[in-house]
């Protein structure tokens, strides 16, 4: 089994078209669309590092190059900067450039984000591993991926984000069907978009997952269709032990236009406290 010493890996899909955001992601990817003056992107990877991961997977799609790009070194302008003596605007972008190993994986079909995970296994390998979906932007202290690893390191297994849902979310999200104990829910059920009548509770899966490698196996096999983790994690639970914890915090859904700005409205209000505790 995995060890859970350390949790040192984070995969961060971002592969799909960001049809809810046309026009704009014809030509710009939906990651790097601005929170302020940072893209979207750049939130997800803070989170991973500011918990101690070190290597980290960006799933891409096809013209996607921005992204990279952002974690690149961009040596006319620290020239610039640095002859200027901007001395505080070339500490940030030497911080970006060396937050983590990040590395990029091509996606060539936007198969979901199962498909997205079974990608990385090969890097992986027997490593546990977090997900995080950078549309669902969350705001918390301790963040989102530290509030699951508390529940990782004691009961193992695979552990997701969770959150509670209007009526009229339920068909869009993943459903649980849980146990409550005081640290965690133990999930028994998992529906991809059920309908109202048949969903096991109105509490759904809120963009982040710690999985510890056996996710790999359950993962589904396809070509043409895409691939959903709900499926993956239902097949796990007669093997695995699945847990869930609500995720404190303020939550923003970024891959759509209010959620984005809403999502800018609250960072230009609180930037100081976002950049320097979450």
């Known amino acids: 089994m995995a060890s859970i010493n350390k949790l040192n890996w984070a995969v961060i899909p971002c592969a799909g078209f ?5 026009p704009v992601t014809r030509s710009v990817p939906k990651a790097m669309l601005p929170i302020g003056n940072y893209p979207i992107i750049h939130f997800a990877v803070k989170e991973a590092v500011s918990i101690g991961i070190e290597n980290i997977l960006i799933i891409i799609g096809d013209g996607m190059d921005p992204i990279r790009n952002y974690f ?3 040596l006319i302008l620290n020239k610039k900067l640095e002859a200027e003596g901007k001395t505080e605007l070339l500490d940030m972008q030497n911080e970006i450039t060396n937050f983590a190993d990040i590395r990029f994986l ?4 936007p198969l979901g984000v199962g498909q997205a995970i079974k990608l990385t296994k090969r890097i992986i390998g027997d490593n546990p591993f977090s997900v995080i979906l950078p549309d669902d932007l969350i705001f918390a202290k301790p963040n989102a991926l530290d509030q699951l690893y508390t529940v990782y390191k004691k009961h193992k297994g695979h552990v997701v984000g969770l959150n509670n849902l209007k009526n009229n979310e339920i068909q869009e999200k993943g459903i649980v069907g849980f146990t409550e104990e005081s640290d965690r829910y133990k ?3 998992l529906v991809e978009k059920p309908k109202l009548s048949e ?3 109105k509490t759904g899966i809120l963009g982040r997952y710690i999985f510890e490698s056996s996710i790999f196996d359950q993962i589904m096999e396809v070509s043409d ?3 959903n983790v709900t499926d993956a994690l239902m097949a796990s639970i007669p093997k695995t032990n699945v847990s869930g914890k609500i995720l404190e915090g303020y939550h923003f859904d970024t891959g ?3 959620g984005l700005v809403k999502a800018s409205s609250f960072f230009l209000k609180n930037s100081k406290l ?3 505790k979450y």
């Open 18 to 22: 960001g049809t809810r955001l046309l």
């Open 72 to 74: 690149t070194d961009n």
């Open 106 to 109: 091509l996606q060539e079909k």
């Open 187 to 189: 999930i028994n059920q």
């Open 199 to 201: 969903a096991p509770s």
């Open 225 to 227: 269709s895409e691939v």
């Open 256 to 258: 759509n236009l209010n």
């Open 274 to 276: 976002i950049l320097d």
